[in-house]
């Protein structure tokens, strides 16, 4: 039984990559995907690599080699933790078939079991991605010895248990919390201080380097004294067996311990939330009345504020934008010498905030998923007496509600904010907001094109889905191309002459792609 389990959690995981959503017919190849969670895990491992190349040989000289491993570890068991809190909570409480599976003579024991091993496998990937580097590093800089890496890697096997541990007690608690709370608004406030945090420490991270790399002895007197599994990890990490089997067998208490106390509560968190109330007798008089286009924009309002994984991950490029004109004006007295030194005129400097806050807008893909999370609710919206055309129409006008205005507004506010002249100011407006409109269409199209409605979470279309892969990917080629061409064209032509070109070609793009979407994507809309 937990054998099934588990493989059909693995098959659901994986299917994206493999197959269409309702035909089972292979598609594109999943090359795509390879390549860009390879280029972003060899980014990782360099970035770490680099990190604990600056602590091995100072460690090593004060005879803290333990402390080498165990900082390793730290820094691994954040990174699995931090990175899978989320998944965790959606994939254990709010996976779509929870209720099925609820309903079925299997104890909850095992579902929960069988959700939990491939959150081990996820912690692995991110546990493996810090430590590994780091193990490598230690091996060619100090020693490399066979008993000292098969120890190493069995501390790495206790951390990705002991991560598991607190993000699944954490995702039990964050689930109760979100029950009481609104979910989007909390996934929103809880990203916005990770990126917050993260790029506050990146910024400082070099005096961090600098003051671990000097406070060796203080840092590994107060892990021998408080935290002791850490402590037993770095020895055993060194080849000390009794350490490395009292690290693992914390670990495994803590994590069977953490395993005990969701399986006997699985049953009634899971299935928070989900009683039907009486609710008061709806007085149709009252009930508003809308245009079809307007009462599909407001459904698709509602489904982007009240999903999380939706507004968490479309909802970072808006403020993102948002947050450029304002840091734009805040730094405004150290950028403008700078701008002088470089000898930015009008039109280049045009040229550059118009490339800055479209690479930031290409992350504001609404329109792109909004199809695949209709789910299973599609039937109901294709049974209304409401066009296709309709329907589509209102996903993408939600998308230019959002993302048109904030686009063109910041694109203006940088250009008079740092006097780029009245047509570069036009064109800063002009050329973002177009963006914004392409990225809407051309993300619906792609939405259409790799529909699919047999997800078990709503973070496959936000986040896995190759709509997503295919409208990020294609959106940075073409500011990376439009930037090229400026280059090689600048001879001939000016930047502000080159920017009304750039939104002359989005301009074509975006009708082009306005037209097939009226036309094929009707007919996909149908056909689905």
Not at 330 to 342: D, G, H, Q
Request: hydrophobic letters at 55%; proline letters at 4%.
């Amino acid at each position: 039984m937990i054998g099934a389990l588990i493989r059909v959690r693995f098959r659901a995981l994986f299917a994206g990559l493999t197959r269409q959503s309702r035909t089972g017919k292979k598609k594109t190849s999943p090359v795509l995907f390879i390549v860009l969670y390879g280029y972003v895990a060899l980014m990782m491992v360099f970035l770490f690599a680099s990190t604990f190349s600056k602590l091995a040989g100072p460690y090593h000289q004060a005879g803290l080699d333990w402390l080498y491993f165990a900082m390793t570890g730290l820094i691994g068991l954040a990174m699995a933790v931090l990175g899978s809190v989320f998944s965790t909570q959606s994939q254990l409480y709010e996976a779509k078939d929870n209720g099925l599976l609820l309903s079925l003579p299997i104890p909850p024991r095992l579902i929960l079991l069988s959700r939990m091993v491939p959150l081990l496998a996820l912690n692995l990937v991110f546990s493996a991605l810090v430590m590994v580097p780091a193990f490598i590093v230690y091996a060619n800089l100090i020693t490399f010895s066979a008993l000292g890496f098969c120890f190493q890697l069995l501390s790495l096997l206790g951390v990705v248990l002991l991560s598991q541990a607190i993000a699944c007690l954490l995702g039990w608690l964050l689930h109760l919390l979100l029950s009481k709370m609104n979910k989007s608004a909390v996934s929103i406030l809880y990203t916005i201080v990770f990126l917050g945090a993260y790029f506050a420490i990146y910024s400082q991270a070099q005096q961090i380097l600098a003051a671990i790399a000097s406070g060796g002895t203080a840092i590994a007197a107060a892990l021998q004294s408080w935290v002791w599994p850490l402590y037993a990890m770095g020895r055993g990490s060194l080849g000390a067996f009794g350490y490395c089997l009292g690290f693992l067998v914390v670990c495994a208490v803590t994590f069977a311990l953490v395993y005990w106390v969701l399986s006997r509560t699985f049953l009634t968190t899971a299935t928070i939330g989900h009683t039907v109330r009486r609710t008061k007798k709806l007085d149709w008089t009252q009930a508003n009345h809308h245009r079809p286009i307007q009462a599909i924009t407001d459904k698709e309002w509602r489904k982007f504020l009240g999903t999380p994984v939706y507004l968490t991950n479309m909802g970072l490029g808006l403020i993102f934008t948002a947050l450029l004109p304002i840091l734009g004006l805040v730094f405004r007295p150290k950028l403008l010498p700078l701008i002088s030194v470089f000898g930015l005129s009008g039109g280049v400097l045009t040229a550059i905030l118009c490339a800055g806050l479209c690479s930031v807008g290409s992350m504001s893909m609404i329109s792109t998923p909004s199809v695949s999370l209709e789910g299973k609710n599609f039937w109901i919206l294709r049974s209304l007496p409401v066009s296709s055309k309709t329907i589509l129409l209102g996903k993408l006008r939600l998308h230019f509600l959002c993302c048109v205005p904030l686009n063109a507004l910041s694109g203006l506010v940088l250009a008079l904010a740092y006097n780029c002249g009245p047509v570069n100011v036009l064109l800063a407006a002009l050329v973002p907001g177009l963006f914004g409109v392409l990225n809407g269409v051309l993300g619906l199209v792609f939405g259409l094109k790799w529909a699919r409605f047999d997800f078990i979470s709503e973070a496959y279309p936000c986040k896995q889905s190759g709509s997503i892969a295919a409208t990020m990917f294609s959106l940075w080629g073409l500011v990376l191309v439009l930037c090229g061409a400026y280059f090689l064209l600048s001879p001939l032509l000016s930047p502000t002459g080159y920017l009304a070109i750039c939104a002359g070609i989005l301009a074509i793009l975006s009708f082009a792609l306005y037209r097939l979407l009226l036309g094929w994507g009707v007919r996909k809309w149908e056909s689905l």
